[in-house]
Every structure is written in structure tokens, then in C-alpha cells.
């Protein structure tokens, strides 16, 4: 196959004219890490940006839900959505809790309020939905049930950046939420993180974790971790940061592009553009439905012949790995997404020609599945 890989992402990089002086800088100061002035400066922004108050900048995503976790004081079991990628589960592992796996909503991709009241035991102590696809979770719901049995709520909000619901951040909601910065996020530092915490108190103890948990020369107050984003990740960021609108605006059209080819096709869905939200068309997620002539393995193998690499995202299951598996535990809306979805490849920098090949593999296999038909 002649034709170039399509990637399902591709990372939006800073200009390298832009970074040269950042690095000149950084160079002359000789303050690499440790809370230097590109890391002060860039949780200044992202606040402003992302419309919160206190956020506390991380190497990668995991190592701020690790933290997270950590600096909420959560012991015992924590229920989550088995439709996630690795990294939510295996941070309550990181931090000696139990993951309580929980089924997602039948229309949707995010945790279902109702499921999550019927596991709630005498060990929960917390919440940590995910705002899949950058769809915001049932945000209202979900905290009325944390008030009613008294649980603390940590959002995975690894792929919600810049999200808004009902004209507020979705970062606003529950105790603490915890962004990724990696290379196939929306917004990216190479690899990075944040989290958005309620008070200046809660943040002074994170970024203390973040190092260790030193307080002080002669101080260590818990087991805390290596989790700080030094200087290079964060100029990247400042950088990053001053095309993000123009990222994100680009993948709106290229969303609104699939969505008109694609929803005349009998069969297959595109995801909703969800209400009340300013989204950030982070992924692009189709159902294949039985109505379709292939089953959505089929028309993952037709697009990766044709070196279209769409994913599988969340297939399989992560209360499918061996580490988590139950045999006894049915998450049948999870089950029927994972076996459904195929995410497009969708990136702010996507030309024409590589999303006409995108849908030209759909039309082959539509076309070829009709000629079968006519011969059978
Ligand atoms: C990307 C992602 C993470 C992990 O973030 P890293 O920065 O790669 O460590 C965690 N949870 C979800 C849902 C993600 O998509």
C-alpha cells in the first residue's frame, strides 16, 4: 500500500522559530525545574484559560490522578466506569484502593448515575467518573449522590480540556479534576498533566506531594511523588497554549465534515455533539450499528488495509485486563460501546485529501457489500 499512514491523531506543535528564544532562556537562567518561572507563568494562563483557580501542573496526566487520589485522602473502594482507558483504574491501584467498575449510561459513553447508587457500600469513599470523549459526565447527578452519601468526587478530565457546560467549566465540578497534557490530547506539552483543586490550601499540598511531599528543608509531611512538569514542557505549553482556540476550531469543521458524510450512511452514528457544552471535538467516535452491512471489526480491518489507523477506543474493556477482570460482573452498555465504537482520525491539522480517503474507504466497503449482495 502506496498511501501514506493516516494516523487516528497527530500532535499540534509549537513553531520552532516560537520555542528557540523560550530555550535561550531557560538556557541562560539555568532553572530547568522545581517550579521555575515558564511553570509559574503557565499555571497563571491556564487558569485564565480554563476559567479555574487553582491548578497545579504535572509531568504526565496519571501522576496528577495519583495525586489527586493522594491528596483527597481516599481509602477503600472507589467506583469508576470500566469504559476509560488504563490510566483511571490503575491510579486507585497506585494509591491502594479498590476500583468498583460501574456501567455507563445506555445512550452515552459516560457513568450512569443510577448504577454508581446501586454500588455504593459502607467502604466507598469516592467518585471518579470520566468525562469520555470530552463529553461532560452527569456532573449534577453525580454530585447529588456524592452529598447524599457523603463522597468525595475526582474527575478524570484527561481528554475534557477547555470543555464548558452550561457556560462554566466542567473543571469546576467536585472535589478535584485531573487533566492530560500527552502528545494526543487537545492540548499538549509532549507529556503533561494538571489538576484543578477547590482551594489555595489543597493546591499548597499538591504541589508539595508533587515533590516528594517536602514541605521544607528538614520536612516531609507524606510519601509523595516525583510528579513536577519542569520548564521545556512548560514553554512548550505557553506556546501551545496561543493556538488552541484555533485547534479546536479546526476540529470543530472537521467534526461537522464527518458528521454530514457520515449520518446519511444507514448504520453508522456519529457521536452527538453534546448539549449545553462548548466541546473540544478531542475524538471522533462512531457507533456501527447492525445495520450495517460489516460488523465493526470488519470495517476496522478495511480502513487499517487501506493504512487508515482509526482505533478501538475503549476495546477492550479495562475491567477486561487480567488485573481487573470479575467473570461474575455484566457492564452491558460498556460492553455493547466497546464492541461498537470506532474512533476517525481527526487532528487540527487534517488536510482535505486525508479525510476524502477516509470516506472513500467507507464508500468501498459500502459499494463492495451491495455487489455481494447482488451476486449472493
Ligand atoms: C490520556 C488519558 C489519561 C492519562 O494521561 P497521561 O497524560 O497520558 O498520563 C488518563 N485518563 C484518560 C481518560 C485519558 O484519556
Not at 511531599?213 to 501551545?240: P, Y
Not at 470495517?299 to 470479575?326: A, C, D, G, Q, T
Request: hydrophobic share 40%; proline share 5%.
Amino acid at each position: 500500500m502506496s498511501d501514506k499512514p493516516i494516523t487516528v491523531t497527530r500532535p499540534s506543535l509549537p513553531d520552532l522559530n516560537d520555542l528557540q528564544p523560550l530555550l535561550e532562556e531557560i538556557w541562560k537562567s539555568g532553572h530547568i525545574t522545581n517550579g521555575g518561572p515558564f511553570h509559574a507563568e503557565l499555571e497563571a494562563r491556564l487558569c485564565e484559560y480554563l476559567g479555574v483557580k487553582h491548578l497545579s501542573l504535572f509531568a504526565n496526566g496519571t501522576l496528577a490522578l495519583v495525586t489527586g487520589m493522594q491528596a483527597l485522602g481516599l481509602t477503600g473502594e472507589v467506583i469508576t466506569t470500566p469504559y476509560t482507558f488504563a490510566a483511571t483504574p490503575h491510579s486507585l491501584i497506585w494509591n491502594n484502593l479498590k476500583p468498583v467498575f460501574v456501567d455507563v449510561e445506555p445512550d452515552g459513553f459516560n457513568l450512569d448515575p443510577a448504577a454508581i447508587e446501586a454500588a455504593i457500600t459502607s467502604k466507598t469513599t469516592a467518585i471518579v467518573p470520566v468525562h469520555c470523549y470530552g463529553t461532560p459526565a452527569n456532573m449534577r447527578q453525580i454530585q447529588d449522590i456524592a452529598n447524599s452519601y457523603g463522597l468525595q468526587v475526582l474527575y478524570d478530565a484527561a481528554q475534557a480540556f477547555g470543555v464548558r457546560y452550561e457556560g462554566r467549566s466542567v473543571l469546576e465540578w467536585g472535589d478535584a479534576s485531573a487533566l492530560s497534557f500527552h502528545a494526543t490530547k487537545v492540548f499538549n506539552t509532549f507529556e503533561g498533566g494538571a489538576l484543578i483543586l477547590k482551594d489555595r490550601e489543597t493546591k499548597e499540598r499538591v504541589d508539595q506531594l508533587k515533590n516528594f511531599g517536602i514541605v521544607d528543608e528538614s520536612t516531609v509531611f507524606a510519601a509523595g511523588i516525583n510528579g513536577k512538569m519542569n520548564e521545556l514542557q512548560a514553554a512548550v505549553g505557553l506556546l501551545q497554549l496561543q493556538k488552541v482556540n484555533h485547534d479546536i476550531q479546526s476540529r470543530q469543521r472537521i467534526y461537522r465534515d464527518y458528521s454530514t458524510a457520515i449520518n446519511g450512511i444507514e448504520g453508522l452514528k456519529l457521536m452527538p455533539e453534546p448539549v449545553d457544552t462548548h466541546w473540544n471535538y478531542s475524538y471522533c467516535p462512531v457507533l456501527v450499528e447492525d445495520e450495517f452491512p460489516l460488523a465493526r471489526d470488519e470495517l476496522y480491518s478495511e480502513f487499517r488495509k487501506r493504512n487508515i489507523l482509526v482505533r478501538r477506543y475503549f476495546y477492550p474493556l479495562v475491567s477486561e485486563f487480567s488485573i481487573y477482570h470479575n467473570p461474575e460482573a455484566i457492564y452491558e452498555q460498556a460492553e455493547r460501546a466497546s464492541k461498537r465504537v470506532i474512533c476517525l482520525p481527526i487532528y487540527s491539522e487534517m488536510d482535505g485529501h486525508d479525510f476524502d480517503r477516509v470516506i472513500a474507504c467507507l464508500q468501498a466497503v459500502l459499494k463492495d457489500s451491495v455487489s455481494e449482495k447482488g451476486r449472493g
